[in-house]
């Protein structure tokens, strides 16, 4: 059965399939995983948590594997660092090794020999490499020009962003078995990063409705068309302001609080899923004829 | 050199025919095209105009496919033809993505038949032997570029001679489409580029496309 009829083709806007749909979600899932390794790598680095730059590492692996079962021929993955000249998949590809690299040799640095300065060269490097995955899916996504919802210079800021609230909803899951301190500390700094977050997310939409007709619809479809349910429950309720509901009230009283930071992390995890899922589904090109 | 196509619409009757010699030419599967025939309208009752446009990949000189393509398999020949290198390509579909005419496509199923249930048809079964698809694949136009290759060996002249020429080029029941060498200053195609006024399609998206219509 055709997907599209032939006499439909690009005669009215149409929605980017290739990267939502079917297997295509699994790029949604790549996206976000490489934004909370990132994130993650980088919150922990700030509070010193070796167990987060560990899930950092593992999440990163979860990228190139979650980005490798996209691909049709996946036994052919070497290929992919061949083009980092022009190809942001490319580029990223090779972050994502990099980073690999640079924080295994820092993760054993750092258990078997803390404080020496080749642990502080390696987190240097890592880090690098890290806020290199954090902000390498944005480029993939705002490099297409052809979409103009994603061919904005605000998404990779946006996929860093919410790559450490990501991050540091996983620090604080990450961090129940420390200190009352430095549990609120990390909470204090995810309610920080989810205002940051919620006011990216803000801009990047308003910014985005001036830039053309196709994407002033393409937010409108966000904002009030089918896609809407999963932006305002998901990526704004879910993500934003439940875990800032649940975990601002305990975090500036300084009250350390399990079960309202694991739902609050949780429901923030959540949200980013859910952003990046609509930024992928809302992506349409404009029409090559009008219909009509 | 840089292969080009001009399309007079006034001369295109929407007959499909040039996607049906591209689907025979290349024993493309079904649901796969490698061009299509765009049929629209502008304006309103009475003034109304029916738009025709026969698309393909636009093989532009500055294409989003080449460069988004992280493994080198999309690449551009020196005479600007942009290909696929079956079996370079990985299947992340960033070329997809990437095109904004939608010219590309992926194959996705290698065992979808045009009867389902029944046997292959014999052009079915010759095709997968004379131009086998691989799955999994990203898939489009490369202007004919066997025929292009083989003739231009057999020191022919794609555009002017038949054996030379893209199969939807010298299908075409009404002469619309003319292929030539762009770059070449005295070619019959920059002429009636020149002098009928040849326009890019939606050249807003800026890659230069080697496809000029003439309305």
Redesign the interface.
Known sequence: M??IK??D???KY?P?T??IEGH?ILIAFALFFGGISGGLYLASLYFDNLVGMFVAWILAMATGMT?MA?????M??W?????PN?????RG?ILIWLFLGCAAIQLAISYWAPGTAAETVFKVFAGIAAFGVAIYSGF?VG?????KLWNSAIIPILFVVAGLTGGMAILLLASQGETTRQIVDVATAMVAVLVVYAVSVAIYLWITTYESHVARDSVMLLLKGSIAPVFWIGVVLIGIVVPIAIIAPYAFTEAAQTAAFIIGAVFAIIGGVALRYVILKAGV??P????? | MRWGMAIEQKRCIGCYECVLACKAEHFLPP?I?WN?V?????GKYPSVTK?I?S?RCNQCADP?C????????TSQREDGIVWVDED???????C???????MRM?Y?DGDTQYFPGQELTEHEKVGRELYPHQ???VEKCVFCKERIDSGMAAGLTPGVDREATPACVISCPTKAIHFGDLDDPNSEINRIIKEKHGHA??PE??TDPSIFYID
């Open positions: 055709m997907r032939p006499y083709f690009m005669m149409t980017q290739d990267w295509g980005d996209h691909l049709s021929k996946p052919r993955f290929r992919m660092v061949l083009k022009s190809s942001w998949i490319s590809f993939v490099y297409v020009g052809a979409i090109y404009a090559l004829l009008p219909a009509e | 649901e095209f299509r765009l049929i629209g309208e502008r738009l446009y698309v989003a080449v460069k988004v393509c992280p493994t080198g398999a370079k390509c990985v299947g992340c579909r960033y997809i993505i990437a095109c904004p005419y939608q992926f996705e799955e999994g694949i399609f939606h998206y800026d």
